[in-house]
Each structure stands twice: as C-alpha cells, then as structure tokens.
C-alpha cells in the first residue's frame, strides 16, 4: 500500500467513526433529561424514486411519509438538539471518492423547526473531503470541514463553524494541517453518556472492549459485557428505567465486511429497575439509535437492506419495522465502507 492509499484509508475511519456520533460532549446524559416523552413524531432518511428523502413517521398513528421540499441532495446526517426545539440536516449534492480520496460537493445545513419540521434556514458549507457536525448545546450547533487544499497537496484545512438556533455563525476557525508531518487532522469525538440523568446509574468501559454498569451502593455491579465490538454510545431513559448502548466495528480488520452478513454492530436495551436485557440485536449496519417516550428507535443493515425499528419499552417487544425500497435510516441510508487499496 502507498503512501497516499494508507492516508485515504485512515481519512475513510474517520469519517466512519466520527460521522455517527458529535451529538453530545459531555460525560453526563445532559441531552436526555430535556427530552419531552409527548413526542411522538420523527425524521428518518429513505430513498424516494433516485433521491434520498426526509420522512416523517408518527409513533401514534403509525405512518410515515415524504416531507416536501425539506433540502436536496444526499442526506448525509439528521440530528436534534437535546430539547428536540430544532433540527439540523446536512446534505451534500454528491459524494463519493475521486481517486483515492473520498469526497463531497455542494454541502449544506437545513434548519428545521423540532416540532413542525418547516424549514427555517438553508446555510451553504460548500465543498471538501470529509465533514461532521454536532450538537455543541441546546442552542448551538457545530460542524467540522476537512478540504485538500489545491495550491498544496500535501496540507489539509481544517475549518471549524459554530452555529446558533437562527443559523448565524457565532464562530469560525480555520487550521492548517501538513499530514506528511502532523498527520491526518483529528476530528471531534463525542464522549459517552456514561451517567445517568440523576446520576444514580453510570457505565465505565475498559481498553479491551469490557463495560460494566454501576447502580451506586445498593448495586454496585448490574452488568458486566465483554464484546469485541468498540463502545459507540449510550443513552438512557428519562426515568432511569433504562438504558441503551451500542458497540461497533466497521475496521478493514473485520473479516466478515465483506460477506453475505457482516457482523458489524449490536445494540443493547437493558432493563434497570429489572436487572436484565430486555433486547440484544446484532447483525450489519450502524445501530444508530435514539429513546424517543417509551421506544427505542434504531436503524439496522446496509444499503436496500437496511431498516428502521421501533422497540416498545413498555411491552418490552419490537412493535414496527420500517421498510422503504432501496433503504433507510435514523441519520442517513447506512452504507457499507468501501476501503478500497
């Protein structure tokens, strides 16, 4: 492997592990316990006819459908604040690799607002090779812009954008990188929700993939897992009767990528005021995932394959499999990596 296709590869992990997740910065589940348990309405990506498209699914009446004129091109994240109030979408016009170098053009960040899902706001990013936003509070949202620049091959800017509620930019900052020397520039990594709203419960994982989960002195270890799948993310319910958690594994070192059925991800629901796995999901896909009242919303599988469930806490059984031709999911159409040289 060259120079340039080993670059190319750590460029695509890092657009794997890093696009899922910048939704939540802090230790300690702040985005949760805003959550209003009356919603019962959500986006999810899915293709219509060639087009990727913005759907609207309502728990309560069971159905979903298109939104309209809800931003073009290719979705590539949907997330919401904590308070759930607005709802940021990134698309891009194209993507794909041009060479060894992947790459998207003509991105841009829709505003919506959280409860009615109407349009406030459509902001140019523009073009680069690889980007991610998040969720820096409840009242701004950050995104993360890595280009080649075109004068010199060999250095890569790093543009960093802060956004307010109304999409005003409230902050911008640019760095250089000379990957030939410093390496590929770092990406914000969210931290894990590693405690519980009131702090009763939390999660410690280790370097070898083992987590435990702690409910204080009464029960000082309710859980403990062994997995060969990397830590993704945690949440939990707002009334601590649960929690959620998901591992991963979409490194080239996964021998079974490439096959019929790649085991690349498995979510967790867990029971605390019981003690138990109320659900254990393995398979393809990403698992992103989201606790919207009662139900645990996941996506699960690639590409036409891939689907979006809903798990019922309370009857403590999956109650609906979204199933859209060609695919569909939480944040976007779950791809599988493509590493290439």
Same mark, same amino acid.
């Given at each position: 492997m060259n120079y340039f296709s080993s670059l190319a590869v750590s460029i695509i992990i890092a657009l794997l592990l890093s696009g899922c997740g910048g939704k939540n910065r802090n230790n300690k589940s702040s985005g949760l316990k805003n959550y209003s348990d009356t919603v019962? =309405? &959500?986006? &999810?990506?899915? $293709? %219509?006819? $060639?087009?990727?498209?913005l759907y609207e699914y309502d728990i309560a009446a069971d159905k979903y459908f298109p939104l309209k004129n809800r931003g073009r091109g290719k979705i590539v994240d949907i997330q919401a604040n904590p308070s759930r109030t607005y709802i940021y979408v990134i698309t891009a016009a194209k993507e794909g690799h041009g060479g060894v170098f992947p790459f998207f053009q003509k991105a841009q960040l829709h505003l919506l607002n959280g409860r009615t899902f109407a349009p406030i706001k459509t902001i140019s990013i523009g073009d680069g090779i690889q980007l991610v936003g998040g969720c820096d509070s409840d009242s701004t949202f950050g995104i993360t812009i890595n280009k080649i !620049?075109? #004068?010199?091959?060999?250095?890569? *800017? !790093? #543009?960093?954008i802060v956004f307010s509620q109304d999409g005003s930019r409230l902050k911008e900052e640019t760095r250089m990188y000379d990957f030939s020397k410093e390496?590929?520039?770092?990406?914000?990594k969210p931290k894990l929700q590693l405690l519980s709203n009131n702090e009763k419960y939390s999660i410690t994982p280790n370097e070898k993939n083992a987590l435990f989960l702690h409910g204080g002195v009464e029960n000082p270890k309710? %859980?403990?897992?062994? /997995?060969? !799948? $990397?830590? #993704? *993310?945690?949440?939990?319910?707002? +009334?601590?009767?649960?929690?959620v958690f998901s591992t991963i594994d979409v490194s080239r070192n996964n021998a079974t990528l490439q096959t019929a059925k790649p085991q690349t991800s498995t979510l967790y629901i867990f029971s605390l005021t019981e003690n138990v796995?109320? $659900?254990?999901?393995e398979g393809s896909g990403f698992k992103h995932f989201d606790i919207i009242g009662n139900f645990v919303i996941y996506d699960d599988g690639f590409g036409e394959e /891939? =689907?979006?469930?809903?798990? +019922?806490l309370q009857k403590k059984n999956e109650t609906r499999?979204?199933?859209i031709a060609a695919g569909c999911g939480l944040t976007n159409i779950p791809e599988l990596p493509q590493y290439g040289l």
């Open positions: 019962t =309405r &959500f986006l &999810f990506a899915g $293709k %219509l006819g $060639k087009e990727t498209a !620049q075109s #004068n010199m091959y060999s250095h890569i *800017a !790093q #543009n960093k390496g590929y520039p770092p990406l914000p309710l %859980l403990a897992k062994e /997995s060969k !799948q $990397k830590m #993704n *993310a945690i949440r939990w319910t707002n +009334d601590e009767s649960a929690v796995m109320l $659900k254990t999901i /891939s =689907r979006v469930h809903i798990y +019922d499999i979204i199933s």
